[in-house]
């Protein structure tokens, strides 16, 4: 299977910004690796910020940034070991394990914010379930399936836009929907996802010559 088949689409990579950065850090000491280990940092100061200071608009607007932080470090570090030259035998396991901690964290530490704690381990789950699914596919010899309609990058999305609701929402009306509700979206979407992929992967098998 070819790396470009196991990459996640993704437009940013071709931006002006993203290459050039990736191009600066490609020429440093910095490892892809770090920069995944990075990723997981910025997620937990997010998560930490909605578990210390729950929908208090500070917090949320501090956990919208670390999620855009946690996502261009998930750009970069792929960038920066492809296109820089600089991948590693072990690549692959930083390429997914912080991930799915990152996205743990910070959908967890949501619901504990928003007063659903069960809500935000649930969307863990299913989030971490989706990644399963498409790793279970490479593993099997098929391309990974980066479908959604909840994959990691809309997620990410859909978590950012509330946190920057809630904040606004907070200081004009002093209601805490806005989380509780993106984290049913990104929960019932994931549900969605996992459905959508398993049904993609059985059909695929389906078609494959038996040897």
């Known amino acids: 299977m070819s790396e470009a088949a196991n990459r996640r689409?993704?437009?940013?990579?071709?931006?002006?910004?993203?290459?050039?950065?990736?191009?600066?850090?490609?020429r440093t000491a910095v490892t892809p690796n770090?920069?995944?280990?990075?990723?997981?940092?910025f997620a937990a100061a997010g998560a930490a910020a909605l578990v210390g200071g729950g929908a208090a608009p500070w917090a949320l607007l501090v956990c919208a940034a670390?999620?855009?932080l946690r996502l261009v470090c998930n750009l970069l570090d792929g960038m920066v070991a492809v296109e820089g030259g600089k991948g590693s035998?072990?690549?692959g396991l930083y390429n997914e394990i912080p991930d799915r901690l990152a996205d743990a964290a910070l959908l967890v530490a949501a619901g504990y914010a928003a007063a659903v704690p069960w809500l935000g381990w649930c969307g863990a789950l299913l989030a971490v379930s989706?990644?399963?699914l498409r790793a279970l596919g490479g593993a099997l010899g098929l391309p990974q399936d980066f479908r959604g309609p909840m994959a990691k990058q809309q997620r990410m999305a859909v978590l950012t836009v509330a946190c920057v609701l809630g904040a606004a929402e907070t200081l004009l009306w002093h209601s805490h929907y806005a989380l509780?509700?993106?984290?049913?979206?990104?929960?019932?979407g994931a549900l969605i996802t996992c459905v959508a992929r398993t049904r993609a992967l059985a059909h695929a098998l389906r078609a494959r010559p038996r040897p």
């Open 89 to 91: 035998a072990v690549g």
């Open 130 to 132: 989706t990644a399963y």
């Open 34 to 41: 770090q920069i995944s280990v990075a990723s997981v940092v």
């Open 180 to 188: 509780s509700a993106a984290l049913w979206v990104i929960a019932v």
């Open 9 to 26: 689409p993704l437009k940013s990579r071709s931006s002006g910004w993203a290459r050039s950065l990736a191009a600066a850090l490609a």
């Open 66 to 68: 670390c999620v855009q």
